[in-house]
């Protein structure tokens, strides 16, 4: 069945929202590849995207709702739905430390608007290239810290565009998981318990993680982040150094040579380079170590 994704936009247009048809996920996905989705909709709001749910399922058109796309490989030959997005949000403080925050916003705004106002606790998001809905969504996490050491509610529409919210408990956090990777509903909004605190100590620390960023991973390169979930009692990046696989490539894409756990986009790679060279390492390890690797990556179908 053929979509009008041109006339979606213009009504998508009407709601305030961005919209374009036929953007590759190249453009917005941090791999930067992947061909054309059918729309890409940015939404300004919780409002304007519960008209948009309205508008695709009177359409019958398929969509995804999606982040910073820092955390997806999307098929080269592209999908034929609408992708959802929403807009950059300014964080606000809700009183006793609590900070809310739209979906769309990034990490990195949120922990900057954190240290403005002396709030500790999410200094280990500093760096990480996600939205804080896309966080909440995996329970994102780096250094020791997760969202589910700071989330405590979790608002969002579900699929038929009903307002509702999840509490920490809830949303039943677990390692890069949460209740939204199965529920259906799509994350707007997420309130956090931060802890006051000196603003020097935590630009400190926010510099110090920074620092260990740059210095140990490859962000000269366009990926997803930490391809595989860290295996029980292990590290995937080490098990993949320990097999030999550092440099490893398929077409452009290639284990970092600076972080095993990372596949990195070096030249021109395609979604296939990057699938098969993910199945390529699962197998080796496997092989080599018992160990089965799984992605962290979500592949889009």
């Known amino acids: 069945?053929?979509?009008?994704?041109?006339?979606?936009?213009?009504?998508?247009?009407?709601?305030?929202?961005?919209?374009?048809?036929?953007?590759?996920?190249?453009?917005?996905?941090?791999?930067r590849t992947g061909g054309p989705c059918g729309a890409l909709i940015t939404a300004p709001g919780p409002d304007a995207l519960k008209a948009m749910l309205a508008a695709l399922k009177e359409r019958a058109i398929p969509f995804l709702f999606l982040g910073?796309?820092?955390n997806v490989l999307a098929p080269d030959e592209g999908l034929d739905r609408a992708v959802l997005r929403l807009g950059d949000d300014?964080?606000?403080?809700?009183?006793?430390?609590?900070?809310?925050?739209?979906?769309?916003?990034?990490?990195?705004?949120?922990?900057?608007?954190?240290?403005?106002?002396?709030?500790?606790?999410?200094?280990?998001?500093?760096?990480?290239?996600?939205?804080?809905?896309?966080?909440?969504f995996m329970n994102g996490g780096a250094y020791g810290g997760e969202m589910k050491d700071v989330v405590t509610r979790v608002f969002h529409l579900t699929p038929d565009g009903e307002e509702g919210s999840l509490t920490n408990k809830e949303?039943?956090?677990?390692?890069?998981?949460?209740?939204?990777?199965t529920n259906g509903c799509i994350i707007t909004g997420?309130?956090?318990?931060?802890?006051?605190?000196?603003?020097?100590d935590i630009k400190a620390?926010?510099?110090?993680?920074?620092?260990?960023?740059?210095?140990?991973?490859?962000?000269?390169?366009?990926?997803?982040?930490?391809?595989?979930?860290?295996?029980?009692?292990n590290f995937a990046g080490a098990l993949i150094e320990q097999c030999g696989l550092k440099g490893l490539a398929v077409g452009g894409a290639e284990v970092s040579e600076k972080h095993a756990g990372f596949i990195i986009n070096k030249q021109g790679a395609t979604s296939?380079?990057?699938?098969?060279?993910?199945?390529?390492?699962?197998?080796?390890?496997?092989?080599?170590?018992?160990?089965e690797l799984e992605p962290e990556v979500i592949l889009l179908r």
Do not use: W
């Open 1 to 31: 069945m053929a979509h009008d994704f041109q006339a979606l936009c213009a009504f998508a247009q009407t709601l305030g929202c961005e919209a374009a048809a036929g953007v590759p996920f190249a453009e917005f996905t941090t791999f």
């Open 68 to 70: 910073n796309g820092s």
């Open 90 to 136: 300014e964080p606000r403080l809700a009183g006793d430390g609590n900070v809310y925050c739209g979906a769309g916003t990034k990490l990195i705004t949120l922990c900057r608007f954190a240290l403005e106002h002396g709030l500790s606790g999410l200094e280990f998001a500093y760096g990480i290239p996600g939205s804080v809905g896309g966080a909440a």
């Open 171 to 181: 949303a039943k956090f677990n390692y890069r998981d949460s209740a939204y990777r």
């Open 190 to 200: 997420v309130e956090f318990q931060l802890t006051p605190a000196d603003p020097a």
């Open 205 to 233: 620390k926010m510099d110090d993680l920074l620092s260990r960023r740059k210095a140990k991973q490859p962000l000269e390169y366009p990926s997803a982040g930490s391809t595989f979930k860290r295996p029980a009692g």
């Open 272 to 291: 296939a380079d990057i699938t098969a060279l993910i199945r390529e390492v699962q197998r080796r390890v496997k092989e080599q170590t018992g160990v």
